[in-house]
């Protein structure tokens, strides 16, 4: 079993145990929070969806996350708040998580490769995390997913 495989059973399990749901908004994770979850039997019964707003604009569109957020730029702490509280607020779900960030290779909103947030959203407070990975593109969005989920099973 992966890492990612343990972390997302024992979510959709702790999920189950308390009755809640989950939902997420991912950008640089690309989808793969969703898909790890969604990879466990049962998970339908705790999560309610996620949607993936790589681009800018879809982040305004899909998430409508206002413009003064983007002050800050797309990669940072305030767009992986908005996000996580813009698709809680969706979806009426318990708990959601979102990434933002740069996987690299070059520097974005000049912004190093490997800066990453992730937002989880509970019922009760907000948590958010920053990362400084190192790797290339592909075990960055690994390592954020895997840290994503690794906070909302901290939150549960």
Same mark, same amino acid.
């Not at 979510?11 to 308390?18: A, D, G, N, P, S």
């Not at 949607?51 to 002050?71: G, Q």
């Not at 797309?74 to 908005?82: D, K, Q």
């Given at each position: +079993?992966? =890492?990612?495989?343990?972390?997302? =059973?024992?979510?959709? @399990?702790?999920?189950?145990?308390?009755?809640?749901?989950?939902?997420?908004?991912?950008?640089?994770?690309?989808?793969?929070?969703? =898909?790890?979850?969604?990879?466990?039997?049962?998970?339908?019964?705790?999560?309610?969806?996620?949607?993936?707003? /790589?681009?800018?604009?879809?982040?305004? @569109?899909?998430?409508?996350?206002?413009?003064?957020?983007?002050? /800050?730029?797309?990669?940072?702490?305030? +767009?992986?708040?908005? +996000?996580? @509280?813009?698709?809680?607020?969706?979806?009426?779900?318990? /708990?959601?998580? =979102?990434?933002?960030?740069?996987?690299?290779?070059?520097? +974005?909103?000049?912004?190093?490769?490997?800066?990453? /947030?992730?937002?989880?959203?509970?019922?009760? *407070?907000?948590?958010?995390?920053?990362?400084?990975?190192?790797?290339? @593109?592909?075990?960055? *969005?690994?390592?954020?997913?895997?840290?994503?989920? *690794?906070?909302?099973?901290?939150?549960?």
């Amino acid at each position: +079993m992966s =890492s990612l495989n343990k972390i997302a =059973s024992d979510i959709v @399990r702790k999920l189950k145990e308390k009755q809640k749901t989950f939902s997420t908004a991912e950008s640089c994770t690309g989808g793969l929070i969703a =898909s790890s979850i969604t990879e466990i039997p049962g998970a339908s019964k705790v999560f309610l969806g996620g949607v993936v707003v /790589y681009a800018t604009e879809m982040k305004k @569109r899909i998430l409508k996350i206002p413009d003064e957020v983007f002050h /800050y730029g797309v990669i940072s702490e305030e +767009m992986a708040e908005a +996000m996580a @509280r813009a698709i809680k607020s969706i979806t009426v779900s318990d /708990y959601s998580i =979102s990434t933002t960030g740069n996987l690299g290779p070059d520097t +974005m909103e000049e912004k190093p490769k490997g800066l990453i /947030y992730i937002a989880v959203s509970t019922p009760e *407070k907000l948590c958010i995390k920053e990362l400084n990975l190192t790797g290339d @593109r592909l075990s960055n *969005k690994i390592k954020a997913t895997e840290e994503a989920l *690794k906070l909302l099973e901290e939150m549960l």
